[in-house]
């Protein structure tokens, strides 16, 4: 591994494997960053590096944090809330230690004959999109990743901006896009976004939506 960091990942990727493959249960899946950072000390890693590299892990989708809020009562008979944060590795996580499996997804492009489907091409992790949009999608992805790790966004924010842009970038794949649709998903996340003080990326994109945001309720003819 040419990146010294990527020992680290992977350490941690192999020891949350294994941790998920002995959970006798969905919930004990999960493992805390304190226990986390102890398993690893033997391998010379220090807690900072196993934190860092951690974070790196989820923001890629390699591991997801799990939050499970709990109560309990004081000695003074208050009633507090605490969060529980566990950490396991995600369904991308294990499709690449395990290289390959029966129940992993594969792509939409290698099921599609592109050459036979008018005006469609294939950006980043093999999406299909209509070549009008391509622009638009790139922008939108840029976007997503922006939010995902905007200190300004909450958690439950970014996981509505993020499923409302999945659902717009999908509209982008119909040769004729829902016009009533697309108004819908970009309010509210030029909103979020705008918010959060990504103006430049609210401007870029809206510029390249318009001619959808201004079609009439229904559908785009291209």
């Known amino acids: 591994m040419s990146?010294?960091?990527?020992?680290v990942r992977d350490a941690i990727l192999r020891h949350l494997y294994q941790v998920h493959k002995r959970a006798r249960s969905p919930r004990s899946a999960g493992i805390g960053?304190?226990?986390?950072?102890?398993?690893?000390?033997?391998?010379?890693?220090?807690?900072?590096e196993v934190a860092s590299n951690l974070d790196y892990l989820i923001q890629k989708g390699w591991v997801r944090e799990?939050?499970?809020?709990?109560?309990f009562t004081t000695q003074a008979g208050t009633t507090q809330q605490a969060?529980?944060?566990s950490y396991k590795i995600s369904d991308a996580g294990i499709d690449r230690l395990e290289a390959a499996s029966t129940y992993q997804r594969s792509p939409t492009a290698p099921h599609l004959n592109i050459t036979n489907i008018q005006g469609?091409?294939?950006?980043?992790?093999?999406?299909?999109?209509?070549?009008?949009?391509?622009?638009?999608?790139?922008?939108?992805?840029?976007m997503k990743k922006a939010v995902l790790?905007?200190?300004?966004?909450?958690?439950?924010?970014?996981?509505?901006?993020?499923?409302?842009?999945?659902?717009?970038?999908?509209?982008?794949?119909?040769?004729f896009p829902s016009g009533s649709v697309v108004r819908t998903l970009w309010a509210g996340i030029e909103k979020a976004v705008t918010a959060a003080g990504f103006v430049?990326?609210?401007?870029?994109?809206?510029?390249?939506?318009?001619?959808l945001l201004r079609t009439s309720v229904g559908t785009l003819r291209c």
């Open 33 to 48: 960053i304190r226990d986390l950072a102890r398993a690893l000390k033997p391998q010379g890693f220090k807690q900072q």
């Open 200 to 211: 430049e990326l609210v401007a870029k994109a809206a510029t390249v939506i318009a001619p």
């Open 3 to 7: 990146n010294p960091s990527d020992v």
């Open 83 to 85: 969060e529980k944060r």
């Open 120 to 142: 469609v091409t294939v950006v980043g992790d093999g999406n299909v999109v209509n070549t009008t949009f391509t622009e638009l999608f790139r922008v939108l992805e840029d």
């Open 149 to 175: 790790v905007s200190p300004a966004i909450e958690d439950q924010e970014k996981l509505d901006v993020v499923a409302d842009i999945d659902s717009l970038q999908s509209q982008l794949q119909k040769p």
């Open 66 to 71: 799990v939050i499970e809020n709990r109560t």
